[in-house]
């Protein structure tokens, strides 16, 4: 389609409009939505006015698509199978440390790995993606080649974490390696920023609060400001890390990165988890939430690779009701938003022990309107005119989505990915019947299957304790020859 096509939506069953004069999501039922190239024209009533293109919405649910703010790409796809139930008793059950280090994968892994979870994100409804990736050469070629709209955020620190025991965390630096890999990430923001698709932009990411000095961190944290684009570190994500920071300074993580200048607005916090008030730790003379709620941070929040290991955030209702800005990530496998908006929804009832602490629209909102005011952006993550064409459509007929009274509830709590039938970024049809143009999904997860293989071929030689990966990460029953 040219940049000046017009599509309509027909006759849509259900609609997620935005009413600008409420500022919320309201559902329209039996309308149209309109739009030209990369803009929507029009959301509700009937288009009378000429068009190049219809689509038949009965049968159908049109959504803004969902904005994603963490994720990590480039390799996480491959811990399928491997880190399911995978934790170190002696380091609070996180896997970080002792076994992700160890498990990644070389460079064609890398190719299929970034197919594999880009395939997934668009499937899962995400038109916009936050990718946290160490850079790598075909980067921005992946990112542009998928269609997504893509938020390049190059990460780099100061050191490096290992562990010798599998119970004590210890930190290799390299102050100079930190400083040319930050230089690095700028080019590569620069890069993406000069994209002529249009579609990809820049984060600045020093990768961990217990990776980087504060120098790093600080210096970071002015170059996004004079950019004018969003800064994000890992921060408060583990009780190893809380007690690593607090062993340093004598102070929280949130504490530390006040101290320094850049716990503030423009910032995002990828995880937030571990607050001095987290049941984990015993640290009660501080005040974390009020410091992170008056600070005016954003919160990364990314429950599936959390609740894995028993972990998560006590609760993200208590964030949102406190005016926390929160937005959704998917920091593992699968990289599937809608699932993560469950799992975001049920662990905070179960940290909260209440059914009403979170709502679906609450969560809703920080997939759509949430997530992109965060990125700084008005112009995504809704259905309203002006807004980029960025939607997916759902199909409400699915048995998964019958009996059908709320489609929304009935596309996170149960259908997910399986009703999602066709995504449009920028106007430009990304996904059609359920199928991802950019890549061959079945190709992408074959390559990443081999690439699974080689590593675990490298996993005991790079074990501290020289274990193969069956005795580090048993199958769920023995094979029997």
Request: aromatic share 8%; net charge negative; charged share 25%.
């Amino acid at each position: 389609m040219t940049e000046t096509t017009t599509t309509v939506i027909r006759n849509a069953d259900w609609v997620v409009a935005w009413n600008s004069d409420t500022e919320r999501h309201e559902y329209l039922q039996g309308e149209n939505v309109v739009f030209r190239g990369d803009r929507i024209v029009q959301v509700g009533g009937h288009f009378d006015g000429e068009f190049d293109h219809e689509i038949d919405g009965r049968g159908r649910l049109v959504s803004p698509g969902l904005v994603n703010i963490h994720s990590h790409p480039l390799s996480e796809p491959m811990n399928k199978g491997f880190l399911d139930e995978l934790g170190s008793p002696g380091l609070y059950m996180s896997s970080l440390y002792e076994f992700m280090p160890l498990f990644r994968p070389d460079a064609e892994g890398t190719t299929a790995c970034t197919e594999v979870a880009l395939s997934e994100l668009l499937l899962s409804g995400v038109t916009t993606l936050t990718d946290m990736s160490v850079p790598y050469d075909n980067w921005i070629d992946l990112l542009d080649r998928s269609g997504i709209r893509a938020v390049l955020s190059p990460m780099y620190r100061s050191a490096r974490w290992y562990t010798k025991n599998g119970h004590v965390v210890e930190y290799e630096w390299d102050e100079q390696a930190g400083r040319d890999a930050m230089a690095a990430a700028m080019k590569v923001i620069d890069q993406a920023d000069a994209h002529p698709s249009g579609r990809l932009s820049g984060m600045v990411s020093p990768s961990q609060i217990d990776t980087c000095t504060a120098e790093l961190i600080r210096d970071s944290f002015d170059e996004a400001q004079s950019r004018g684009v969003p800064f994000q570190i890992h921060a408060a994500q583990s009780v190893v890390e809380f007690h690593e920071i607090t062993r340093r300074h004598g102070r929280t993580p949130m504490e530390w990165l006040s101290d320094i200048g850049v716990l503030q607005k423009g910032a995002i916090i990828g995880h937030g988890i571990f607050l001095n008030s987290h049941s984990s730790v015993h640290w009660p003379e501080a005040d974390d939430f009020t410091l992170l709620r008056d600070s005016g941070a954003a919160v990364a929040h990314c429950p599936t690779v959390f609740q894995r290991r028993g972990i998560a955030m006590q609760s993200v209702g208590r964030y949102i009701r406190a005016g926390i800005p929160v937005g959704i990530g998917t920091d593992t496998y699968p990289h599937n938003m809608l699932e993560e908006m469950r799992n975001a929804l049920i662990n905070s009832r179960l940290m909260s022990g209440n059914p009403f602490d979170l709502r679906t629209h609450d969560i809703f909102d920080a997939a759509t309107v949430g997530g992109a005011a965060i990125l700084g952006r008005d112009d995504i993550g809704r259905l309203a005119p002006g807004a980029k064409a960025d939607l997916f459509m759902a199909d409400v007929t699915h048995p998964a989505m019958r009996p059908l009274r709320d489609p929304l509830r009935s596309l996170i709590y149960v259908a997910a990915e399986r009703a999602v039938r066709d995504v449009f970024i920028d106007g430009r049809q990304v996904v059609s019947e359920g199928k991802v143009a950019a890549f061959d999904l079945d190709d992408a997860t074959a390559r990443l299957e081999e690439a699974q293989r080689r590593a675990e071929v490298k996993f005991t030689e790079l074990d501290f304790a020289g274990r193969h990966p069956l005795e580090a990460s048993p199958l769920t029953y023995e094979v029997v020859e």
